[in-house]
């Protein structure tokens, strides 16, 4: 069992506290926060362990009346592997506690690439085996890598051009914006986001513009790749059904837009309406020429998470990507695609009719 502690309990850590516990191979310590809040309370009343993020707020959680099972210094030196979810910027401060402690840690996308050895995405990124440390590159970045990934090893990848249409803030964050307008964010071109595919992806030749909307549930990409061979759009589809993490949108599903596909997955009764796959609209991949062009949404508090489950055996087991893919995806319920046939019939009704 890899034991594994989650420090830093929000947006990202809940769900990767969460897909930790759903594996079988690993074992969730503990998770930290610094205030006793409802989030604080809520992992209590999911059975995890609560660690103070910082010593001196340990009295304000014995106030609340929420027991504490240590301080961070105690969750690090009982796990195999820390997965740091706090909030950017944070991580690089949290840095030489890891380090002192000899924990192997995990870093979220919102940190410099440099602050590990190796930045990460499952799909993607090359060998990691050397690495002590790792960053799970950001939302819109691994949706992009797991995109553009297959998509260069079949076609070659001469240039993309991708327009990102990020959401202005996560449902719980009341203070985000924009709440009228859609802004270019940055207003430069390219955005930090093409960089950071090639932290992952260094031969792809990739430039993106980004813009903020005022919406929460997910962010919508714009692709244009200009390939080095001239498939047909079927055949692009064909490649991209084939990866388990990219789910084709069927047009037949009546899905238009991010609420509708926040509403399937809690229809499928996932957790918080999670949507860990980037969701393509099948009808908009076409081919004009060498130019490819598609939509797809990510959603930004999902798309890490499994991301985050490969990066933890990557650095603490011996198990290969393409096995460790295939258990998290298991144990999560990663890979859509594969409940609907061809004439929208759940496949398992297919089997049994047939
Ligand atoms: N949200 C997204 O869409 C998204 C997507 C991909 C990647 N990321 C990246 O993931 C990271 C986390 O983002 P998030 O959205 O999950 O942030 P978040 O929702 O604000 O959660 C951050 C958590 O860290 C805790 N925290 C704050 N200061 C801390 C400290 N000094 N030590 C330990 N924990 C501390 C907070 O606890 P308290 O509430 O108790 O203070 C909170 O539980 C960032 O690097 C971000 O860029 C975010």
Same mark, same amino acid.
Request: aromatic share 4%; proline share 5%.
């Given at each position: 069992?890899?034991?594994?502690?989650?420090?830093?309990?929000?947006?990202?850590?809940?769900?990767?506290?969460?897909?930790?516990?759903?594996?079988? #191979?690993?074992?969730?310590?503990?998770?930290?926060?610094?205030?006793? #809040?409802?989030?604080?309370?809520?992992?209590?009343?999911?059975?995890?362990?609560?660690?103070?993020?910082?010593d001196?707020?340990?009295?304000?959680?014995?106030?609340?009346?929420?027991?504490?099972?240590g301080s961070l210094a105690d969750l690090l030196d009982?796990?195999?592997?820390?997965?740091?979810?706090?909030?950017?910027?944070?991580?690089?401060?949290?840095?030489?506690i890891?380090?002192a402690h000899?924990?192997?840690?995990?870093?979220?996308?919102?940190?410099?690439?440099?602050?590990?050895?190796?930045?990460?995405?499952?799909?993607?990124?090359?060998?990691?085996?050397?690495?002590?440390?790792?960053?799970?590159?950001?939302?819109?970045?691994?949706?992009?890598?797991?995109?553009?990934?297959?998509? &260069?090893?079949?076609?070659?990848?001469?240039?993309?051009?991708?327009?990102?249409?990020?959401?202005?803030?996560?449902?719980?964050? *009341?203070?985000?914006?924009?709440?009228?307008?859609?802004?270019?964010?940055?207003? *430069?071109?390219?955005?930090?986001?093409?960089? #950071?595919?090639?932290?992952?992806?260094?031969?792809?030749?990739?430039?993106?513009?980004?813009?903020?909307?005022?919406? *929460?549930?997910?962010?919508?990409?714009?692709?244009?790749?200009?390939?080095?061979?001239?498939?047909?759009?079927?055949?692009?589809?064909?490649?991209?059904?084939?990866?388990?993490?990219?789910?084709?949108?069927?047009?037949?599903?009546?899905?238009?837009?991010?609420?509708?596909?926040?509403?399937?997955?809690? #229809?499928?009764?996932?957790?918080?309406? &999670?949507?860990?796959?980037?969701?393509?609209?099948?009808?908009?991949?076409?081919?004009?020429?060498?130019?490819?062009?598609?939509?797809?949404?990510?959603?930004?508090?999902?798309?890490?998470?499994?991301?985050?489950?490969?990066?933890?055996?990557?650095?603490?087991?011996?198990?290969?990507?393409?096995?460790?893919?295939?258990?998290?995806?298991?144990?999560?319920?990663?890979?859509?695609?594969?409940?609907?046939?061809?004439?929208?019939?759940?496949?398992?009704?297919?089997?049994?009719?047939?």
């Open positions: 069992m890899i034991r594994v502690g989650v420090n830093g309990y929000g947006t990202i850590g809940k769900r990767v506290a969460d897909a930790v516990a759903a594996q079988l #191979d690993m074992e969730l310590v503990g998770v930290t926060k610094t205030s006793p #809040d409802y989030g604080a309370e809520a992992a209590l009343r999911r059975g995890y362990d609560l660690y103070a993020a910082v001196d707020q340990a009295a304000a959680f014995e106030d609340a009346g929420l027991a504490i099972a009982a796990v195999d592997v820390v997965v740091d979810c706090t909030p950017a910027g944070i991580g690089e401060r949290n840095r030489p890891y380090d000899g924990t192997p840690a995990i870093y979220q996308g919102g940190e410099d690439a440099a602050i590990a050895d190796a930045s990460f995405n499952a799909r993607a990124s090359g060998d990691v085996s050397e690495a002590d440390s790792l960053r799970v590159v950001s939302c819109n970045t691994t949706g992009l890598s797991r995109l553009l990934a297959p998509i &260069d090893e079949v076609y070659g990848v001469e240039k993309a051009r991708v327009t990102l249409v990020r959401r202005g803030g996560d449902p719980s964050e *009341t203070d985000r914006g924009p709440i009228n307008d859609v802004v270019p964010d940055p207003a *430069t071109v390219p955005s930090h986001h093409g960089p #950071d595919v090639n932290a992952v992806l260094p031969d792809i030749d990739v430039d993106t513009a980004a813009l903020k909307a005022p919406v *929460t549930g997910m962010h919508t990409h714009s692709v244009n790749v200009t390939l080095e061979r001239e498939p047909t759009a079927a055949e692009v589809r064909e490649l991209l059904r084939d990866e388990t993490r990219l789910f084709l949108i069927p047009e037949r599903a009546g899905i238009d837009g991010a609420g509708a596909l926040k509403d399937y997955a809690s #229809d499928l009764g996932r957790a918080r309406g &999670d949507f860990w796959e980037n969701c393509v609209w099948e009808e908009s991949i076409s081919v004009e020429g060498r130019d490819l062009y598609l939509f797809q949404n990510v959603h930004q508090e999902a798309d890490v998470v499994p991301e985050n489950v490969d990066a933890i055996r990557a650095l603490a087991s011996d198990i290969s990507r393409e096995e460790s893919v295939a258990r998290t995806n298991d144990a999560l319920g990663v890979g859509l695609e594969s409940l609907l046939s061809e004439d929208g019939a759940p496949r398992d009704q297919v089997a049994a009719d047939d």
